[in-house]
């Protein structure tokens, strides 16, 4: 008998251990199917809605945080998930403006800023400026008034979109060098910061900046490799996202087309890989899609 009541006792706690795990993957990623090697939309009907523009989707290191920005009528703002007790809430808008867009969110490597560009003025003036990169922190639940990022990285023209390695070096992508007459001249720089100071921002080489529009780059945590939007000749739409690896001296192998099973006649953009490094995240046709992060390996 007490054989029997340990044995179901040792099942019980089998069975207990299997619902958890079971809970937790059926919720990571807000519960979506996982994507196999061909993209998927994701979150149809929460987050990728058929009236509106979602972009710029990213999730916190350890998977319970989700933001993503959205487009109205030519004004972006930034919305928040989180995973609760098992649940994860529904959206909300924690960033907005009557007047100004916030958009490309991006957590810092230690989570507790959240980075962001937008057009607002930096003092003073009610009149729009050129997009700057600009953070809030983290204050408990909340988050602190925003704070730009500061004349190291912010120029009197364009920053777009910020991504960090784990040492929290700063990449991003700026028109502050482009001719005046070719002021879609993105390119992407790269700034490492020491004791929450970024230094000045360097342009990344040939083999990834070019005469072309490079901008919205996501840097792999280890800076083994960078996806990235260009808009070149070889492209398949309005801008499709390229791929490049770090070599072992140091360098950059020349970007690659990341090619149709990706690219299409529209515009990807917003490239993220979660943490785990299983799925890559981005934008595409107004909508978010995610694909098995694998593909990147396609290209190695």
Not at 114 to 127: E, K
Not at 138 to 151: E, F, I, L, T
Not at 174 to 192: L, Q
Request: proline fraction near 5%; aromatic fraction near 14%.
């Amino acid at each position: 008998m007490m054989k029997l009541v340990l044995f179901v006792l040792i099942l019980l706690s089998q069975i207990k251990a299997f619902a958890q795990t079971t809970i937790k993957s059926s919720t990571a990623y807000l519960g979506e199917t996982p994507p196999g090697m061909t993209p998927v939309k994701f979150a149809p009907g929460v987050i990728s809605l058929p009236d509106q523009h979602e972009f710029g989707s990213v999730f916190s290191r350890d998977g319970h945080e989700c933001y993503y920005a959205v487009d109205i009528k030519g004004r972006a703002e930034i919305r928040y998930m989180q995973l609760k007790k098992g649940q994860w809430t529904k959206p909300v808008t924690i960033l907005t403006d009557p007047l100004f867009s916030y958009n490309d969110p991006m957590l810092s490597p230690d989570q507790n800023r959240l980075y962001f560009i937008s057009d607002r003025p930096v003092v003073g003036s009610a009149d729009k400026k050129d997009y700057d990169i600009w953070y809030v922190k983290r204050k408990g639940d909340r988050w602190s008034a925003p704070v730009n990022a500061g004349k190291a990285i912010n120029s009197g023209r364009h920053e777009y979109y910020v991504s960090f390695s784990n040492s929290g070096t700063m990449y991003f992508s700026s028109n502050s060098h482009a001719n005046e007459k070719r002021t879609d001249n993105f390119d992407i720089y790269a700034a490492s910061c020491v004791n929450d100071e970024f230094g000045q921002p360097v342009p990344l080489p040939d083999a990834i900046n070019t005469v072309a529009y490079e901008a919205d780059v996501f840097v792999a945590g280890d800076e083994s490799y960078l996806i990235f939007c260009a808009a070149r000749a070889d492209g398949y739409g309005a801008g499709d996202l390229y791929i490049s690896f770090r070599k072992r001296d140091g360098t950059w192998t020349n970007a690659k087309n990341m090619g149709d099973r990706i690219n299409t006649p529209g515009h990807e953009l917003c490239p993220f890989v979660t943490a785990d490094g299983k799925y890559l995240f981005y934008t595409s046709s107004r909508d978010i899609y995610w694909i098995d992060a694998r593909v990147i390996d396609t290209f190695r």
